[in-house]
Nanobody, 122 residues
Framework: QVQLVESGGGLVQAGGSLRLSCAASGRIFSINAMGWYRQAPGKQRELVAAITSDGSTNYSDSVKGRFTISRDNAKNTVYLQMSSLKPEDTAVYYC????????????????WGQGTQVTVSS
């Protein structure tokens, strides 16, 4: 079984910073891409940032220059450093990872964390 556990959410004032972490655990052979998504009330879940196993990154236009995604492959952990936060960043943030559980499986499957709330007050 694989688990993704997020931490680091909370309440912050506009202009402030937060750092989210997501650790993958369980039976893991390798992890390909990891990413952060968010879902605000009444809106669809959207990609915030993603990072490949070799460190290539991708950001949504709304967070470019403010958020930084990184990962520690030895710890199976992905981070999201969020700065200059805005009220419109308020959402539940979800971690996602493409995980290959065993060498024999040969395929990667997407797993989700349970989500962590980020609230930015104006």
């Amino acid at each position: 079984q694989v688990q993704l556990v997020e931490s680091g959410g909370g309440l912050v004032q506009a202009g402030g910073s937060l750092r989210l972490s997501c650790a993958a655990s369980g039976r893991i052979f390798s992890i390909n891409a990891m990413g952060w998504y968010r879902q605000a009330p009444g809106k669809q879940r959207e990609l915030v940032a993603a990072i490949t196993s070799d460190g290539s990154t991708n950001y949504s236009d709304s967070v470019k220059g403010r958020f930084t995604i990184s990962r520690d492959n030895a710890k199976n952990t992905v981070y999201l450093q969020m700065s200059s936060l805005k009220p419109e960043d308020t959402a539940v943030y979800y971690c996602n990872a493409d995980i290959r559980r065993t060498f024999a499986s040969g395929s990667y499957y997407g797993y989700w964390g349970q989500g962590t709330q980020v609230t930015v007050s104006s």
